[in-house]
């Protein structure tokens, strides 16, 4: 139903200068008003977005505590200084050279919203799929592991999922709180194909003017085909060590001193002693060495082998969307042939 009715909606989202370009599968090479590159889930062929939840909420917003802002940037910050630990996520910042301008594909937050810290936005994907999983199985937040929402409760009631449908009715720039994740130096973002969406302190996702949404109820069939399609999750939520380590962090609640010196450079008006005071409250331990970085061990364990072959993999679902961009994904695609790539991708 879903489908036939996103078949029928007009694509109002593309600017003058984009292309429609076939392929759900594909990402596409976009620089954005900041001048960052993103590799963006390709929509120029769909009119909307999706989120999908296992349960009806009401309000629906994001799992954010306003009153405790300081707390959880500290806790992310945290996560921060772990992906800075991996290569491939510092080669995304300082910029991968081409022979036009360094490309920095850079998303802090929506990174670690995209390994369950909290955030003031909703991660939306641009596939149904996607966003039909997450409204039919939940996640335990310990392991990873997924299990399909039972088709009755215990009261043998019928259990239902929601899907709500999010039409991009304007220019995509024009759209209010609306960015991009895409595809990112960890597997996860580009996996599920993320947008997100801020929801204000006093909004209702519910009550969005572009947003519509479907109650349905959980049907083991369907519910079974989607799992075999998605490989019971582990497509959406891959096997990695920057996934294990967002848990330690989220789950111990230790955080490096590092971390908290950063939240201070970054809100010189704060006071230490009071900070120190409120994260000792909300159980929050400051160490010196927090344990959560990628040692070398690890990378020549998890990323090394694989590195090159990640990246041709990335880069193989990728294409330009602007004239000009052909030159700027070739000199990507070749990067690891490089002076510099072969160093970077290399022990």
Known sequence: ????????????????????????????????????????????????????????????RPRWSRENVMVENVIREEFELVMESHPLYRLFIQGIPTSRRPIRIINPFGNAMAYGFPSPMLKLTSSLDVAAFFATHSQNEATGEWTAIAETDGRGEVNVGVLYVMELAFPFPMIPGLSCIGMQAFERPGAQKMYAQVVGANEDFNRNGLVTGFQFRQRPDDVKELEHRLEMGSLLTPNELIATKAREILTTRRVSTAAFERNLANNPKDNPTVNRQRLTAAGVEIVEDAGHLFTEEELEREFYPRAIERWEEMFSHVVALHPGFDTLLADLRNYPNTDSGRRFFRR
Do not use: A, W
Request: aromatic fraction near 10%.
């Open 1 to 60: 139903m879903v489908r036939d009715i996103v078949s029928r909606m007009p694509i109002r989202h593309r600017m003058p200068y984009d292309v429609e370009i076939d392929g759900e599968e594909l990402f596409l090479l976009n620089r954005t008003n900041s001048g960052l590159f993103t590799l963006k889930p390709n929509i120029t062929n769909q009119p909307c977005l999706f989120y999908g939840d296992n349960e009806y909420h009401v309000p629906l």
